[in-house]
């Protein structure tokens, strides 16, 4: 019979010495043991075969029958000896919370192995007291770095400051993992390095989550509490929630540099906000100026055109409005007639909004709608109030095909209808309050709420003969974002400010390199920003109202303004200008958009206005930026822009943008969906219990609490197991690989904890096989090295590069995927199994050098992974022993490994991965016919240089063949006939080398093993011709990574580290 395959062993991904595709062979007894047989052979037939069947067959009823007589005396025995009842196997007992015993700041006490918290990985054991150490012995301020000539430079991170809000959630934490990963990489190569932390007072969002605190506990409003009361209670949310951001990040290990921690209402950050609007205004740049703004009823506001969402509706829908109880038709177009003025005609026109009628002062057609170009220049009259509505033409804005042609003019409700009502002179009438109400000039509608008017205006046109019909429309509704109202366009006089000359430099230093963007993203245009906000939490717009004795001074006056960094300027220049006028000076009660104010952090935490403080000297520009790519133009921009015009330099060289979480159904994180992840409960576990309550804390409604309590029952049926820190930061960033959104799974954040106590264990072994007296030397003596560590040594400098340049690249995920593989792949899974063998059967020697590979691999490592999982490589580095001299007092400041030249041992790594394959080949095989004791294993060498190289390894081969191996031979080109013994399974690796397992009377039935590789033939040849009909397409070499670019996927790490 031919040799047919019968397994495919993945390789190890970076073994690209091997062949591409190893495959398992089958030989029956029958077929010759030499190695140097043709493998085409054909099988034996006739007489013979029938024969050799009946034999087999005989064998194996006679071994049946012996294990069945067996198993029924083993039982009978059993039965006889057992007693009635056995004792319960008591549960292993929960271990009590550690208590951790170092004093507050001071340097962990480290316990032994055999504490019962620290004999398996523990994170809250392990996590406990270093932070305080850390910080209390300023290992984060800059001055803890290299300084001055013996630096690299200087490396900068002013952090993005959570608002205070509320608590931290996952994509803070992404955040915090990112960028403390970039300062300790830093910091470990000697740059100068500094991490400003603080908070943003947020101004609208925390007011309305304030808001929203008050209503459900008290069923009160702010306008019922009052400015100053409503203030204080801000304030208090605050200090609490600021108090909590900060804990948050210490607990996910965040290297800041408190000492200098910024809030953006401190005292020297409010004068840079002054500061900056005055020079602004001095300049012309802010003027104050009645213009449509977007205005939300529900938090009594004007927003940004870049806080407002649009809703995209095919048709008639029915929307929820905050305050409204029944839903809100939208989506249809109204049609209606207004009443010409001295005549029995009327014009028809169509509205997506029949409320803004009373609004109403015109009637736009297109000058060549012979429709209506009799009537331009008449007008129409309202229903309801007593106004004539002009009747304009217009063809910029009028298309004569929709609706009914005629538009009719809302110029104070609308955009296109401002600009017409700037063209052709018409009023301006707004029509509402600010909480929505109809005012005035809606006549005998004044009071009703703008929906309700909506209804009550169709209904009283019925009764008039004015109504026509109602027809499905498609739009766009403007939404809140954060209270998702349906924004009004409403006239209001406001400060503003013209962004033109300072976005087209802004967008200069992006397109010449000065400020690097990642990842990629497209340009976008500037539109002039509003600079103020109808609020009472922020800071106060230094503009004051001059007051004349006597006088009602316009508000919309431009004229009666000054501004003034404080009152008693303000006083002075209104002095200056109005000479000898008796007046008096009231400050605008509204208070800056927060971007303002933060749009300055990167100079106001290092001291700016003062240019000549010492933080900005040294520190500004910054380096880097990181931040997520949603808040790009809300913030990035407004950055580089007051940089750029305050101080002619941009505020950094780089920004990186991360990806947005969403939960692992790939829906956007809510907290009415229940899909929001506390990181802290990931840090400490959390019970489903507790998960639901927390629900309670907050602002949610009734009907989305029980919805997130449903989504809570199915994504964390038992919880939230206990991750610690290092796996939650170590999972995020490998997560970061540059490109779209991230779908978060707590099963892959368990996974990297059970990451986590793989490196406990390997370091626990390597330091238990150090002796006492053991002294790292300063230099390995290569020329000593055996093959297995000169092959570690040589793919931790590969691993130590890879980290390196994919950092210095900014692909995070890519670095977790380099240290995972080196450390777990190939330091624990091969290097350490292998040095079991070295450390008991070797030479004194050869055990010296192992364990000084052995320390020297786990040293390295620990220090490659400390940017990314600070808390369990301080715990060990701080057992490892120390070279002599050496007093580095912390792993954070140790120096980041360094790719070095003489550990390259490129042939001898070939060699031994050679050697390896034959052991994975091995272990193929043991695994397939579940061999698991007293197993025979052959390689067959047909080369002699081959022969040579596998020879020179056997020891380590057989220690990585698994327990199943007890004997291993290496056969080489000159070995006799029958050196390998009739069936063998086979593992055909390279042209020249194979491994054999023999199998004897483990082969019970040759047909159904026939039957079975057949099967197993079939299924390789058609993934085969899948794969090359994949790999003959155009480009496919291009979109291929390299092996050492792979990473575990997650269902390969779980089961890895199942096993």
């Not at 024969?51 to 294990?67: H, V």
């Not at 998960?691 to 939230?720: C, M, W």
Request: aromatic share 10%; hydrophobic share 35%; net charge neutral.
């Amino acid at each position: 019979m031919p040799w047919l395959p019968l397994r495919r062993l993945a390789q190890l991904q970076h073994r690209s010495a091997l062949s591409p595709h190893p495959i398992v062979l089958f030989r029956s007894n029958l077929l010759h043991a030499s190695a140097t047989r043709n493998l085409n052979m054909a099988a034996p037939s006739g007489p013979a075969k029938n024969e050799l069947k009946e034999k087999l067959k005989a064998e194996k009823a006679a071994e049946k029958a012996a294990k069945f007589a067996a198993k029924q005396n083993k039982q009978k025995q059993e039965n006889t000896a057992k007693p009635k009842s056995q004792p319960k196997v008591e549960p292993t007992p929960t271990l009590p919370p550690f208590q951790n015993d170092t004093a507050a700041g001071q340097k962990k006490v480290l316990h032994s192995f055999e504490h019962p918290h620290f004999s398996a990985y523990n994170p809250s054991a392990v996590e406990a007291a270093w932070y305080q150490w850390w910080e209390e012995s300023g290992f984060f301020k800059p001055e803890a770095s290299k300084q001055g000539a013996d630096a690299a430079g200087t490396f900068v991170i002013p952090l993005p400051p959570p608002n205070v809000t509320g608590a931290l959630h996952c994509g803070h934490a992404l955040a915090n993992a990112l960028q403390d990963t970039l300062i300790r990489w830093h910091r470990m190569k000697g740059f100068t390095t500094l991490w400003v932390p603080g908070c943003d007072h947020a101004g609208i969002s925390t007011q309305s989550v304030v808001e929203k605190m008050l209503w459900k506990k008290e069923q009160r409003t702010r306008i019922d509490v009052g400015r100053e009361g409503f203030v204080r209670m801000v304030w208090d949310w605050k200090d609490e929630y600021h108090q909590r951001i900060n804990n948050a990040q210490k607990l996910m290990g965040g290297s800041m540099d408190w000492s200098r921690e910024a809030f953006t209402m401190d005292k020297n950050l409010s004068a840079a906000t002054a500061e900056t609007f005055c020079r602004l205004h001095d300049e012309g740049l802010i003027y104050r100026s009645s213009r449509l703004v977007n205005w939300c009823t529900a938090l009594n506001t004007a927003l940004s055109t870049l806080e407002v969402e649009n809703k995209e509706i095919t048709g008639r829908t029915m929307l929820s409005v905050p305050g409204y109880e029944r839903k809100v038709e939208f989506g249809v177009l109204t049609h209606f007639k207004y009443q010409i003025e001295d005549s029995d005609e009327t014009i028809e026109v169509a509205t997506t909004r029949p409320e803004t009628m009373f609004g109403d002062s015109g009637i736009a057609v297109h000058p060549d709608d012979q429709r209506y170009v009799h009537l331009i220049g008449k007008y129409a009259k309202h229903p309801f109030v007593d106004r004539r509505l002009k009747i304009v033409a217009d063809s910029k804005f009028v298309d004569p095909e929709f609706g009914t042609g005629a538009v009719k003019l809302t110029p104070a409700h609308d955009p296109n209808d401002y600009q017409m009502g700037k063209t052709h002179g018409l009023e301006f009438i707004n029509i509402l309050n600010d909480d929505g109400t109809l005012n005035a000039n809606a006549g005998r509608f004044e009071g009703q709420r703008r929906f309700d008017a909506r209804y009550t205006v169709v209904e009283e046109l019925t009764k008039l003969g004015l109504f026509v019909k109602k027809e499905p429309n498609p739009m766009k509704i403007p939404l809140c974002e954060k209270s998702k109202d349906v924004i009004e366009p409403i006239i209001k006089p406001q400060w503003w400010m013209q962004m033109q000359d300072m976005a087209d430099a802004a967008l200069k230093v992006v397109e010449s390199g000065e400020v690097k963007i990642s990842p990629e993203s497209a340009n976008k245009s500037y539109r002039r920003w509003m600079a103020s906000i109808n609020d009472w939490w922020g800071h106060r717009i230094p503009a004051y109202r001059v007051v004349f004795e006597g006088e009602d001074a316009s508000e919309g006056d431009d004229s009666v303004w000054v501004v003034g960094r404080t009152t008693e300027e303000a006083q002075e220049k209104a002095a200056a200008k109005y000479g000898s006028k008796k007046f008096h000076l009231e400050q605008d009660p509204d208070c800056l958009d927060t971007w303002f104010s933060s749009g300055l952090w990167p100079m106001s935490t290092l001291g700016w206005p003062n240019t000549e403080s010492p933080d900005f000297k040294q520190f500004f520009p910054t380096s880097l930026l990181e931040t997520g790519w949603d808040i790009l133009f809300f913030w990035v921009a407004r950055m580089i822009m007051l940089s750029l015009k305050l101080t002619g330099r941009v505020p950094f060289k780089e920004v990186y943008c991360h990806s947005l979480i969403r939960d692992s159904e790939g829906r956007k994180m809510s907290k009415s969906l229940g899909n929001v992840i506390d990181p802290l409960d990931i840090i400490s576990g959390i019970e489903l219990d507790q998960l639901h309550a927390k629900l309670h804390v907050g602002n949610l409604k009734e009907d989305e609490i029980s919805r997130a309590i449903k989504y809570q029952k199915t994504a964390f049926p038992g919880g939230i197991p206990e991750c610690g820190a290092d796996a939650l930061r170590l999972t995020l960033i490998s997560y970061t690989t540059g490109g779209g959104d991230i779908n978060f799974d707590i099963k892959v954040m368990h996974a990297y904890r059970r990451f986590c106590n793989k490196i406990w264990q390997a370091s626990k072994y390597v330091l238990g096989r150090l002796p006492q007296d053991f002294v790292p030397v300063t230099k390995l003596d290569t020329a000593k090295l055996s093959i297995p560590e000169r092959w570690i040594l040589h793919r931790m400098n590969v691993a130590v590069k890879g980290i390196n340049d994919t950092l210095e690249a900014r692909e995070f995920s890519k670095s977790t995927q380099f240290a995972y593989q080196f450390f777990y792949d190939e330091l624990c899974d091969i290097f350490i199994e292998n040095s079991k063998t070295i450390l008991s059967d070797g030479s004194p020697e050869a055990q010296s050098s192992a364990q000084q590979t052995l320390f020297l691999a786990l040293d390295v490592a620990l220090r490659l992974m400390h940017p990314f999982m600070p808390f369990i490589t301080e715990e060990l580095w701080q057992r490892l022993p120390k070279r002599e001299n050496d007093t580095t007092k912390t792993i954070m400041l140790a120096p980041y490994p360094a790719f070095d030249a003489s550990l390259e041992f490129e042939t001898d790594a070939r060699e031994y991965e050679l050697g390896l394959s034959c052991a994975q080949g091995i272990r193929s095989l043991t695994s397939e016919y579940n061999v698991r004791a007293d197993g025979r294993a052959f390689i067959k060498a047909s080369t002699t240089d081959s022969y040579i190289k596998i020879n020179e390894q056997v020891a380590a081969i057989k220690s990585l063949s698994g327990k199943g191996i007890a004997e291993l031979q290496v056969v080489g080109p000159e070995a006799q006939e029958g050196a390998i013994p009739n069936g063998c399974a086979v593992f055909v690796l390279t042209a020249d080398l194979s491994v054999f397992l023999e199998l004897g009377s483990r082969l019970n039935n040759i047909d159904a093993e026939i039957k079975k590789i057949q099967a197993k033939l079939q299924k390789s040849q058609g993934a085969a011709k899948k794969q090359q009909e994949l790999m003959s397409k155009d480009g496919f070499e291009d979109k291929q990574l390299t092996p050492s670019q792979k990473g575990p996927d997650e269902a390969t790490m779980m089961e890895k580290q199942r096993s």
